[in-house]
Nanobody, 117 residues
Framework: QVQLVESGGGLVQAGGSLRLSCAASGLTFSSMTMGWFRQAPGKEREFVAAIGWRGASTNYADSVKGRFAISRDNDKNTVSLQMNSLKPEDTAIYSC??????????WGQGTQVTVSS
């Protein structure tokens, strides 16, 4: 079955950095667009970043442009999110997702990122 497992979350001070990783199995990873989403307490889940199957195309939410970078390794079936210059408003549960059949159909459990001021 499809599994997406995130890691790398934690507590960091404002201005710091974290790198999230997502290990995928049970899907044709190298042919799928992958993405990161986040959900803060009391808020709806929101898009953070996405990367095309070859890694040549990326897309970011305006709120993270210039601070976050998404990348992938198709040999290792992993997608990562480098987060720099973190702000307290970046605090959320971050989940990776795989795009299939015209939708984000596969989701990980998420990893908590907390940014203290």
């Amino acid at each position: 079955q499809v599994q997406l497992v995130e890691s790398g979350g934690g507590l960091v001070q404002a201005g710091g950095s974290l790198r999230l990783s997502c290990a995928a199995s049970g899907l044709t990873f190298s042919s799928m667009t992958m993405g990161w989403f986040r959900q803060a307490p009391g808020k709806e889940r929101e898009f953070v970043a996405a990367i095309g199957w070859r890694g040549a195309s990326t897309n970011y939410a305006d709120s993270v442009k210039g601070r976050f970078a998404i990348s992938r390794d198709n040999d290792k079936n992993t997608v990562s999110l480098q987060m720099n210059s973190l702000k307290p408003e970046d605090t959320a549960i971050y989940s990776c997702a795989a795009h299939a059949n015209y939708n984000w159909n596969y989701w990980g459990q998420g990893t908590q990122v907390t940014v203290s001021s």
